[in-house]
């Protein structure tokens, strides 16, 4: 596939041919160990808590695997060929059983390796029964769907036709582990020669607004049309345990399913035509249709409108019902989410949601359950008759969870209320577990036990991260208003920084937790409470020896006006104070509040090990750096105001304290100070280097400096260019470009499909910069999108950072440099 050549001669127009490039870098030896290192590995429990799965994950992969043929669609980047998405972030090539049932202190975990059918797999599961664990197989041809039977230790192939996974890489277990329902690929499913529906691309207007965020990859043509529906459109299947297979209706484009907990009824929506040219696939308009396991259709329950008319603001949402699911305790009972203000969150509403349910044969009137005030975002069903509700409130930046009697018409009673980003408060998330109802095998239900609920968390602090697990009394029927408070059941050790992964036993209290400490990797420990024994499930050594030695703390400081702030100082390995100044490389991403208590919150352990990713800054450690990571960059907005209408005042200000810091601290010489951010960081990092003299150079990836070019919206700012026109102009560094007196090294993925971050906006910052007589040098990536993912890219993208800040930020700075390459 070619690489984007339109965009490639655009570019070359826009920049000087001098300094043209076509060859990867490679960065020093010490970067280098940051990319080849392992990645952290993911698990796996079973449902009966026996089986604990081990998956070792896919390296970076090759520039090569990038460059294949990849088609942009409606949001997705398909593979044509292989009907699957051509840039799956979860893979692995590995899976190890490790049997909790024969744990003894005294010996060796007994681990069982699975022989994968293929050297790469996605979506891994448990079967209900536990008897199995199911995976997609991975190809050239395509997708499969294997099962592997771990008692005997044989692995089956269900599909005789490939999957579809155009939407997804999908499928789901009937609870009774006999069968899986997934989406295999239609007998036409190649896409139309690219030459052969050629003419113009027309789009026109309706009566009807349409206020959507600037969304890429989206379908423009009849031509995309057609070609959408085709790689899209599946057979929805029941694949049989022992070969036989069960068609679920016609061939369709089905974007989601889900199986009733008694596995009589299929609920699936589906992509119903014309298709937007405005919003993702996923904001088509919808039909939602009923089967029974026989493949019959019963009815349909909605048909909703495409998103792209959905009213402007946060808690705006589609008319016709929504959330519709099975609820998990109830063997044929569905459960849906309807607004009572048309989903327009603009009308003031005393109630703007209502929780209804309906169930089999679904011929009655659905019943209502409830009314909230906020719009509802999740429901959850619980042992006993009891629910959970969140709502959320946006322009608050609020969430409250409050618990209700599921048997009947009731009122919610509040369990806890907080900012969206409030850290201290967060009470962590509930037990659920499956369940076995008159003997069969259940959804996972929240877990109720003497009316009592287990939850854990971080346990996030003033004084940093101490993990926890708590009871939490339940009792619908009494008089207060509110929930009592947890009782504590297990606290991390101080020495330590240890987080609960999963429950494994309420009695005996029995759970798994990851290990850490400032100087050990994470590793899995197997606790049992009762008998105060443990038992090392899974450890691996990550240790660079590049940056053995290096040291981090936790920089807490004030803001002019008093607010509260911090950051994580990294410091070479043997630094001391009296040795002087070092180069410092502040690393940052502006996040805005509503409550200048929660902007002053630190999310930090002392124990925390310090994984040193590639795409952060930890790595210039190792070349002398001072690294100045997580820097608090709030912007707040109290009463009426709008975070955003002070961005640059605030931005400043926080870039300002956290300087005069370090310098304070002896560590930084603020001559030779770099910003660097990553998508909005990068926004922020040209913000920094047109308003302010701060610092000596700035790094910004993948970014947007034109907000015009964003006019609905951005980030959570969700007032249209046209509300306000000064706000969108004042706050684009590309409008002050000629004040970007420092050097800026701008970099981006040529194709990217973030919302809003087009690779257009770093060409026409640099364009600008140039233009000025500014010092600039830009720097595209083939095939890649937002987060950078080829191991040459990630080497390359570390090379170019080492050779800038040790021009720029390390020595004096050189003469004026406007420069752009293509590697």
């Known amino acids: 596939m070619s690489r984007i050549p339109i965009f490639m001669f655009a570019l070359i127009a826009l920049v000087s041919p001098i300094s043209y490039a076509d060859e990867y870098q490679v960065p020093s030896q010490a970067l280098q160990e940051v990319v080849n290192q392992n990645k952290k590995v993911s698990t796996r429990l079973s449902t009966n808590k026996q089986w604990l799965a081990i998956l070792t994950p896919k390296t970076h992969v090759k520039i090569q695997s990038l460059s294949k043929t990849e088609l942009k669609l409606a949001g997705l980047r398909l593979s044509p060929e292989q009907l699957l998405p051509s840039r799956i972030k979860s893979q692995y090539i590995g899976i190890e059983l490790i049997d909790l049932g024969k744990l003894n202190s005294s010996t060796t975990p007994t681990k069982q390796r699975v022989n994968l059918a293929t050297s790469r797999v996605a979506k891994v599961e448990f079967s209900p029964n536990s008897r199995f664990i199911s995976y997609i197989g991975l190809s050239d041809k395509g997708a499969d769907l294997y099962v592997y039977d771990i008692e005997k230790q044989l692995t089956q192939k269900l599909n005789k036709t490939r999957l579809n996974a155009s939407l997804g890489l999908k499928y789901r277990w009937l609870y009774n582990s006999q069968a899986i329902l997934t989406s295999i690929a239609s007998v036409n499913t190649h896409p139309l020669d690219a030459a052969s529906n050629i003419g113009?691309?027309?789009?026109?207007?309706?009566?009807?607004?349409?206020?959507?965020?600037?969304?890429?990859?989206?379908?423009?043509?009849?031509?995309?049309?057609?070609?959408?529906?085709?790689?899209?459109?599946?057979?929805?299947?029941?694949?049989?345990?022992?070969?036989?297979?069960?068609?679920?209706?016609?061939?369709?484009?089905?974007?989601?399913?889900?199986?009733?907990?008694?596995?009589?009824?299929?609920?699936?929506?589906?992509?119903?035509?014309?298709?937007?040219?405005?919003?993702?696939?996923?904001?088509?308009?919808?039909?939602?249709?009923?089967?029974?396991?026989?493949?019959?259709?019963?009815?349909?329950?909605?048909?909703?409108?495409?998103?792209?008319?959905?009213?402007?603001?946060?808690?705006?949402?589609?008319?016709?019902?929504?959330?519709?699911?099975?609820?998990?305790?109830?063997?044929?009972?569905?459960?849906?989410?309807?607004?009572?203000?048309?989903?327009?969150?603009?009308?003031?509403?005393?109630?703007?949601?209502?929780?209804?349910?309906?169930?089999?044969?679904?011929?009655?009137?659905?019943?209502?359950?409830?009314?909230?005030?906020?719009?509802?975002?999740?429901?959850?069903?619980?042992?006993?008759?009891?629910?959970?509700l969140t709502e959320k409130h946006s322009d608050k930046k609020q969430i409250r969870v409050s618990f209700f009697d599921s048997s009947k018409p009731s009122e919610l009673k509040l369990w806890y209320k907080k900012a969206i980003r409030d850290s201290y408060n967060d009470p962590g998330r509930l037990l659920s577990q499956s369940a076995k109802i008159n003997g069969e095998i259940?959804?996972?239900?929240?877990?109720?036990?003497?009316?009592?609920?287990?939850?854990?968390?971080?346990?996030?602090?003033?004084?940093?991260?101490?993990?926890?697990?708590?009871?939490?009394?339940?009792?619908?029927?009494?008089?207060?208003?509110?929930?009592?408070?947890?009782?504590?059941?297990?606290?991390?050790?101080?020495?330590?920084?240890?987080?609960?992964?999963?429950?494994?036993?309420?009695?005996?209290?029995?759970?798994?937790?990851n290990r850490q400490s400032s100087k050990k990797p994470s590793y899995l420990v197997f606790i049992d409470a009762e008998a105060k024994t443990e038992q090392v499930l899974y450890q691996a050594n990550k240790a660079l020896p590049a940056y053995k030695g290096m040291t981090r703390e936790l920089v807490t400081y004030k803001r002019a006006?008093?607010?509260?702030?911090?950051?994580?100082?990294?410091?070479?390995?043997?630094?001391?104070?009296?040795?002087?100044?070092?180069?410092?490389?502040?690393?940052?991403?502006?996040?805005?509040?509503?409550?200048s208590k929660v902007a002053a919150q630190v999310n930090y352990s002392a124990n925390q090990y310090s994984y040193i990713s590639p795409k952060g800054p930890v790595p210039f450690v190792a070349k002398g750096y001072a690294v100045f990571d997580r820097v608090a960059m709030p912007i707040i907005g109290t009463g009426k105001e709008k975070p955003n209408d002070n961005f640059r005042t605030q931005l400043i200000d926080n870039a300002t304290a956290a300087i005069d810091t370090l310098v304070e601290m002896g560590v930084a010489d603020k001559n030779r100070i770099a910003i660097g951010g990553h998508s909005y960081g990068a926004f922020m990092v040209a913000n920094l280097l047109a308003h302010s003299d701060l610092f000596a150079a700035g790094i910004a990836r993948s970014g947007a400096y034109n907000r015009t070019l964003t006019p609905f919206g951005f980030q959570n700012e969700k007032r249209n260019f046209w509300e306000a026109p000064s706000l969108y102009q004042q706050i684009s560094p590309f409008t002050h470009a000629d004040k970007i007196d420092e050097p800026l090294l701008i970099m981006h993925g040529e194709m990217d499909s973030n919302s809003g971050t087009y690779p257009m906006q770093s060409a026409r910052l640099f364009k600008a910069i140039r233009g000025l007589g500014g010092q600039a040098r830009l720097v595209t990536f083939p095939y890649e999108s937002h987060s950078y993912k080829a191991e040459e890219s990630i080497l390359h993208m570390l090379w170019e950072q080492e050779q800038w800040l040790d021009t720029h930020v390390s020595h004096k700075l050189s003469a004026p440099e406007s420069a752009v390459s293509f590697h």
């Open 442 to 513: 259940y959804p996972k239900l929240i877990s109720v036990e003497d009316n009592s609920l287990l939850h854990y968390g971080l346990g996030a602090s003033p004084q940093g991260y101490q993990p926890f697990l708590k009871s939490l009394p339940i009792n619908l029927t009494a008089v207060e208003e509110t929930i009592k408070p947890s009782e504590l059941l297990w606290r991390s050790s101080d020495k330590q920084l240890e987080t609960i992964r999963y429950i494994v036993s309420r009695e005996p209290l029995k759970f798994i937790i």
């Open 561 to 595: 006006d008093g607010l509260a702030l911090s950051g994580n100082l990294y410091l070479p390995a043997g630094y001391k104070k009296e040795d002087g100044p070092l180069p410092v490389l502040m690393w940052a991403y502006p996040r805005e509040y509503k409550n």
């Open 200 to 388: 113009p691309n027309i789009s026109k207007t309706g009566s009807q607004k349409a206020p959507r965020r600037t969304y890429q990859d989206l379908l423009k043509n009849t031509q995309d049309d057609q070609i959408f529906s085709q790689l899209t459109q599946s057979q929805l299947t029941l694949l049989r345990l022992d070969g036989d297979s069960q068609l679920i209706g016609q061939a369709d484009i089905n974007i989601s399913y889900q199986l009733s907990p008694n596995d009589e009824y299929i609920v699936v929506k589906r992509i119903s035509p014309p298709f937007s040219h405005m919003v993702k696939y996923y904001d088509f308009a919808q039909t939602v249709e009923l089967f029974d396991i026989s493949g019959t259709r019963l009815k349909t329950l909605a048909q909703l409108e495409s998103s792209e008319y959905r009213p402007s603001g946060n808690d705006s949402v589609r008319k016709g019902p929504r959330l519709i699911h099975w609820r998990s305790d109830k063997p044929d009972t569905l459960a849906f989410v309807k607004a009572l203000d048309k989903g327009d969150s603009n009308v003031k509403a005393k109630y703007r949601d209502q929780l209804l349910q309906i169930a089999a044969p679904f011929t009655a009137e659905p019943e209502q359950l409830l009314k909230t005030p906020w719009r509802m975002r999740k429901i959850q069903w619980g042992e006993n008759s009891l629910g959970m």
